[in-house]
């Protein structure tokens, strides 16, 4: 074997994982999705796949500085009471399951398209778990519909979620507001009533009328809860302060960490409660992506995700290949990596800004098939574990097939004709 062929132990690394994620049992011995990958990525370190030092530059800071802000705005919101007053204010009135659930699909979906799915994933996982016990709903019914709204609805923004931002400003689109809104806001909202269409076959004795119950909202900490109301509205004048910056192409020098870390200051500066709350915050996620990051820079060194790009120009471009490769390639490698790889491929051979926009579609509806496809999947079920309820992988993949086939048709149909219009 050259020097230059694709070395195999790290994508078998990856593999293994993947298989264990997928049943998460050893033996006697119960697995968490973290741990799995924590030892992912020690062992391309220790197998010398990836040295220590190469390692470290791995993980994404902005990233995980991003992750770790926005879990201290969710955990004060969570400790405060403040996070339950605002879902019984949202979800309170709804008198039946399809009420609730459509409300769901759409206020979660539309809220990822603004404060990043990432974001609602952290703050939605408690809220539709307090509604699941609160009118004795499936947490797996609700949970799946939290994943798959975050997802969706981030796809139509250039800011719903980091790799959308990334095409944004490196993928040469003009107006990428337009181009995201124009091409995709139609698609999206259809493909969120599917996802009701979708849930309601397969959790069909969950449908039916809710009754009214009288729920105590009252906030257990009216400080925390009003220091919480400033770092809601910092991040409202933030995401409002970065879309002008992207418009004005001036968006790079604005990171997303800006927000979170903004956001996340009031709380510990003024707070009497901050070493409680950073003890909450969900540091299995983190170390999760922080290995993830170490297994999947390991993988991309090895050359075999590369080999697996080795196709005709003709083809790179092609709708139907980027939506094809993003959905099956975002499983392997996740899909920001993915979309930092196949970005400068398609602005090399000057793609089209439809091609565009579907790499920012398929990558992200990726996350619709597997927990694996996409962070805030991980995120929704990690802080589920916490609180006694989850979904297998198995029981994701049921209701993700179906889904990401429908979600692909439908972006695949109005890419297609959207430039005959």
Known sequence: MSEDDPQLLSPIILVLVLVLIAFRQVGGLRLKIWQIMTGGAIAVVALGEISPVDAIRAINI????????????????????????????LFGRADSTDELLIVLLFGMGMLSAFLMNDTIAIIGT???????????????????????????GSAMSPIGNPQNLLIAIDGGLENPFVDFFSN???????????????????????????????????????????????????????????????????????????????????????????????????WETLIFFASMFVLMEAVWRSGFIQGSLNLERDEIASIPMVLGLSVTLSQLVSNVPFVALYLPVLNQIGATAQAMVALAAGSTIAGNLSILGAASNVIIIQNAEKDGATITFMEFVKAGIPLTAANLAVYWLFLEIQPAL
């Open 184 to 282: 995709l806001f139609i698609p999206t909202c259809i493909n969120l009533f599917i996802v009701y269409l979708l849930m309601k076959i397969f959790y069909r004795s969950e449908f039916r009328r809710l009754e009214q119950i009288q729920v105590n909202d009252a906030l257990r900490d009216k400080h925390l809860a009003g220091v919480c109301r400033i770092s809601l509205a910092m991040i409202i004048v933030l995401i409002m302060l970065k879309m002008g910056a992207v418009i004005w192409g001036t968006g790079e020098s604005f990171r997303l960490t800006y927000i979170a870390v903004a956001a996340a200051l009031p709380i510990i500066a003024l707070s009497r409660r901050r070493w409680e709350i950073l003890r909450g915050i969900d």
């Open 126 to 152: 408690p809220v539709v778990l307090y509604l699941s016990r609160l009118h004795s709903v499936s947490p797996k019914l609700m949970l799946l519909s939290l994943a798959f709204a975050v997802t969706i």
């Open 62 to 89: 902005d990233v995980m500085v991003f992750l770790a802000g926005m879990f201290v705005v969710g955990e004060a919101m969570r400790q405060s009471g403040y996070l339950f007053h605002l879902t019984h204010r």
